[in-house]
């Protein structure tokens, strides 16, 4: 009987102890899917392809990702884009979760739009056709220290009839191989 009450116990114990943690995360979780963000951290499938939303962090080979939200205008900071175009505006932040330093370029980073029938439909930030307008933005290349993150802006021509958008990033690995490729899918309203 001792021993039927002492399993008892740590069972109690047990339950108690786990419930301290993981509910909150699990409410927030549950407060997250019920929202129009993401809500979760998504890694790639078998086939080597990740989809997610605005919010969901984008766990690839070297660092985290997450687009944390997007809105298009017709000016930013003095910079007007070609006839035709608007810009998109995306805030991201980038973590390092590799166990070294990881040199980034905001290039590695593309926007795409319309349909996937349309293999022109991207672009890269405008930092690769000039200079960056504005202190907020993504450097054009940057070291991430280990475990560092930092948030930025990436700033992007886009057709003006275009409203739904996806913001990729695919592994490129010195050996010049390739592997998962990662899409941020999303809505962006005029600011």
């Known amino acids: 009987m001792k021993k039927f009450a002492g399993i008892m116990v740590a069972t109690v114990l047990a339950f108690s102890l786990v419930a301290c943690g993981p509910v909150d995360s699990a409410v927030q979780n549950l407060a997250g899917a019920a929202s129009n963000k993401g809500s979760g951290v998504v890694t790639a499938d078998d086939d080597g392809y990740a989809e997610g939303r605005i919010g969901d962090v984008m766990r690839t080979y070297f660092f985290d990702y997450t687009v944390n ?31 070294s330093t990881v040199t980034m370029y905001d290039t590695d980073f593309q926007i795409q739009w ?24 993504l450097p054009e ?3 991430l220290s280990v475990n560092e993150e ?40 005029d600011k």
């Open 69 to 99: 939200s997007a809105y298009t205008c017709k000016e930013f900071e003095g910079y007007t884009p070609a006839e035709g175009n608007k810009l998109l505006v995306a805030e991201l932040t980038v973590k390092n979760t590799d166990r």
């Open 114 to 137: 319309g349909d996937d029938d349309d293999d022109d439909a991207f672009d890269a930030p405008i930092t690769y056709y000039s200079d960056a307008v504005s202190d907020d933005q």
């Open 141 to 143: 290349e940057y070291d």
């Open 150 to 189: 930092r948030t930025g802006l990436l700033v992007f021509e886009v057709p003006e009839d275009s409203k739904d958008y996806s913001i990729s990033y695919l592994e490129q690995f010195s050996n010049e191989t390739e592997g998962d490729v990662f899409f941020v899918y999303f809505t962006a309203k």
